[in-house]
């Protein structure tokens, strides 16, 4: 089963216990498709269409059939999300793409106009990438009067999973670490196998009296490329989680100038106190940016 980052996350974290698939139209006059998910079987995860699977299943434990817009507070945090308008707005997210790409909204992050600092000082916002407003995004009245409209009715799996986990660890090593051995000749050439990790990648094990004793479990490496990903993005632009990290940013220079005493000041000095400030959130922001990520 194919999950976005975001909710790939939610899963592996625990969050997100059940997921809606849209019911297919049937064919030779059958009114829709059977789910091809099925209770007691287990399936593959993987990050998008045509990615190898994670390394993670999981098991169907119940799949019903409803319509998306009956979905209630507890169905919406049982999917990973923290309301029903959250997961709403992930809805139109994935299922109505080209209407979305058509709304905009006034940048919540300056002052409309494109500016974090007006002139003659001008500094332009790189959240709406100083256009004012912000293209893609859609008020929350006008979200919820697009699905209730178009997609409220629409029939839904109601898939419920849970997680099967099979703890990996590292492996230790050495000839008193307790491990049977199996010794294989070819010619002049000798190979040795450690038994209990042969369900397991180099270095790493599913077995307990393999693992490295108080060590945690590991991360494989896809599910590390995921994290990281993840983690680049609440830097990369992401509309909202931009737009919340600059009126943070806004805030907080607004306290650092209330709380700056300028008293007998000239403008020249109030202009190289404002220069400074700005400065010192411009040092914060490389410090905070991803190694090797361009300005």
């Given amino acids: 089963m194919i999950f976005s980052k975001e909710m790939l996350r939610a899963v592996l974290d625990g969050r997100k216990t059940v997921t809606r698939r849209p019911v297919k139209k049937g064919k030779a006059g059958a009114p829709f498709e059977p789910c091809r998910y099925r209770v007691g079987s287990d399936y593959a995860i993987q990050a998008g269409y045509g990615q190898r699977g994670i390394g993670e299943r999981f098991e169907v434990t119940d799949v019903a059939r409803g319509k998306v817009g009956e979905i209630d507070y507890a169905g919406a945090r049982a999917e990973g999300f923290k309301t029903t308008a959250e997961f709403r707005a992930h809805w139109l997210l994935l299922h109505d793409k080209a209407w979305l790409a058509k709304q905009s909204i006034e940048c919540p992050a300056c002052d409309g106009k494109g500016h974090l600092r007006p002139p003659p000082d001008v500094v332009y916002c790189p959240a709406c990438e100083a256009s004012g407003d912000m293209t893609g995004v859609a008020s929350t009245e006008v979200a919820e009067a697009r699905f209730a409209d178009r997609h409220g009715e629409k029939n839904v799996w109601v898939i419920t999973f849970r997680l099967l986990h099979a703890p990996?660890?590292?492996?230790?090593?050495?000839?008193?670490?307790?491990?049977?051995?199996?010794?294989?000749?070819?010619?002049?050439?000798?190979?040795?196998?450690?038994?209990?990790?042969?369900?397991?990648?180099?270095?790493?094990?599913?077995?307990?009296?393999?693992?490295?004793?108080?060590?945690?479990?590991?991360?494989?490496?896809?599910?590390?490329?995921?994290?990281?990903?993840?983690?680049?993005?609440?830097?990369?632009?992401?509309?909202?989680?931009?737009?919340?990290?600059?009126?943070?940013r806004a805030k907080g220079l607004a306290q650092l100038l209330r709380a700056g005493d300028f008293t007998g000041l000239t403008a020249q000095e109030v202009h190289e106190h404002l220069n400074a400030i700005a400065e010192h959130l411009k040092v914060l922001d490389e410090q905070r940016r991803p190694a090797g990520r361009a300005a």
């Fill in 168 to 248: 990996r660890s590292l492996a230790h090593g050495g000839d008193d670490s307790g491990l049977r051995y199996r010794v294989t000749s070819t010619g002049r050439h000798q190979a040795v196998e450690h038994l209990d990790d042969r369900d397991s990648d180099r270095g790493y094990t599913s077995a307990a009296r393999s693992a490295m004793r108080d060590e945690p479990e590991a991360v494989d490496d896809a599910l590390l490329k995921i994290y990281s990903a993840d983690a680049a993005e609440r830097f990369a632009g992401q509309p909202g989680r931009r737009a919340e990290e600059l009126r943070q």
